[in-house]
């Protein structure tokens, strides 16, 4: 069965040094997602991706956080510099059309 | 492994009950709804998904009903099972370029008791 991959699975870093996140959306999907979650709430759009392009990044804090897919396939969610507040699960979900979407394991980020 | 459990609402129910999660959504445009099943340490995992044209839908275990009136999505699971517990959100969706938007509820703990 097809499965959104993600990586790391867990990540710890001090403040003020770059992460980065990356995602390998299942096969044939255009639509990429990524998603932020903080403990104990529902996951929160940051940005999202058709093939290479943006069409939404209207939560994504722009000035320390950025995303790319280059070649439409996989993408990396790079944060730099680290804030002690950017500690969550980053989810990456993938989907075809209007379809459902398919989320990976998700990566753990420490920020200490 | 990581509860992402905390801080949640909780039901708790001896197996072989039925289950009931509850979810009030926001937005009146919002024309497709899924339940999600989180397990700690997992991403979401789908479960079940009913268009606003309907208000009932059967899986197997499991029915969604909407009341878009007053924005309500309910989960119902019949004889829960251990395997069960996690974190289950409800999300609306709406047409976005090319696929749909998703804004998650706040989500509840299923713990069952064996």
């Known amino acids: 069965e097809a499965e959104v991959a993600q990586s790391p699975r867990y990540k710890i870093t001090e403040k003020s040094q770059a992460v980065a996140f990356w995602c390998d959306p299942i096969?044939?999907?255009?639509?990429l997602y990524w998603y932020r979650q903080i403990l104990g709430q529902g996951p929160e759009l940051l940005v999202q991706?058709?093939?290479?392009?943006?069409?939404?990044d209207s939560q994504l804090p722009k000035d320390r956080f950025s995303a790319e897919r280059l070649k439409g396939v996989d993408s990396t969610l790079k944060i730099q510099p680290a804030e002690l507040g950017d500690s969550a699960m980053y989810l990456c979900?993938?989907?075809?059309?209007?379809?459902?979407?398919?989320f990976g394991p998700g990566t753990r980020l420490t920020v200490l | 492994g990581e509860s992402v459990g905390l801080h949640l609402p909780t039901l708790s129910v001896q197996e072989g009950d039925n289950s009931i999660i509850n979810c009030a959504y926001s937005n009146s445009a919002s024309d497709y709804f899924i339940w999600y099943k989180q397990e700690s340490g997992k991403g979401p995992q789908f479960i079940i998904d009913?268009?606003?044209?309907?208000d009932k839908r059967q899986g197997q275990r499991v029915t969604v009903l909407l009341n878009k009136t007053v924005k309500h999505l309910s989960l119902q699971i019949a004889a829960t099972q251990p395997g069960d517990s996690a974190v289950y959100f409800c999300?609306?969706?709406?047409?976005?370029?090319?696929?749909?938007?998703?804004?998650f509820g706040k989500g509840t703990k299923l713990s069952v008791i064996p």
């Open positions: 999300a609306e969706a709406y047409s976005g370029a090319g696929s749909y938007q998703l804004t």
């Open positions: 009913i268009r606003s044209n309907m």
């Open positions: 979900a993938s989907s075809s059309s209007y379809n459902e979407q398919f």
């Open positions: 991706f058709q093939d290479e392009s943006v069409v939404d």
């Open positions: 096969s044939g999907h255009a639509t």
